[in-house]
């Protein structure tokens, strides 16, 4: 059966990693944010410091809207784990109802999780290894930026998750569960 989760959090809050962890539970294809923005934040030279050009977001939309339209073209047995962080403006509001629309087109149940995490801890955790290595956002002025920010509010229909203290692992078998419940 055709199923789309949504992963919403800030950055470092562990959206890849516990995504990638729900994605092999349920045998979904895992569409990480970055799956999206590093092509183009690769080909602009970014390496998780200073600011992008401003053309950066819109070249990122334009791969966005390819996946989503290949999503929507899957065969009904695939199943999708989006992450992203999306705030609270007019474009993002529309970003996380396009992939509840995605949802609706192809069928799909549809399972939105919102994460959250101390600010102390995500700056914590933005110079992890493996976060230099995907060239992710680690200058921790851009990030306290960001969290200053207000997030886009949770659905009703969401899963709250603080990943604050909770291991991956144990968010994922959460969300799994969760999951189960609504099925």
């Known amino acids: 059966m055709s199923m789309i989760v949504q992963l919403v959090g800030p ?3 562990g959206k890849r990693t516990i995504g990638a962890l ?21 080909a602009l030279g970014a390496n998780g410091f200073g600011d992008l ?7 990122a939309q334009r791969v966005r809207h390819i996946v989503h339209e290949a999503v929507v073209e899957a065969p009904g047995v695939v199943r999708h784990v ?14 996380a109802e396009e992939i509840r ?8 149940s549809f399972h939105p999780v919102w994460l959250t995490c101390d600010a102390a801890e995500i700056h914590r955790r933005i110079d992890h290894p493996e976060r230099r290595a995907r060239n992710k956002l680690r200058d921790p002025a851009k990030v306290a930026d960001a969290l200053r920010r207000p997030g886009l509010p949770a659905p009703d229909d ?18 799994v569960a969760w999951i189960d419940e609504r099925s």
């Open 101 to 108: 629309d995605i949802a609706r087109v192809r069928l799909a």
């Open 22 to 42: 729900v994605a092999k539970r349920l045998g979904a294809q895992l569409m990480d944010n970055h799956l999206i923005n590093d092509p183009v934040f690769t």
């Open 53 to 59: 050009p401003p053309a950066a977001f819109g070249y």
């Open 82 to 95: 989006f992450t992203n962080w999306l705030v609270d403006t007019e474009a993002d509001r529309r970003s």
């Open 158 to 175: 969401a899963l709250r998750l603080d990943t604050t203290a909770l291991p991956p692992a144990d968010a994922a078998d959460r969300i």
């Open 11 to 13: 950055p470092a809050c």
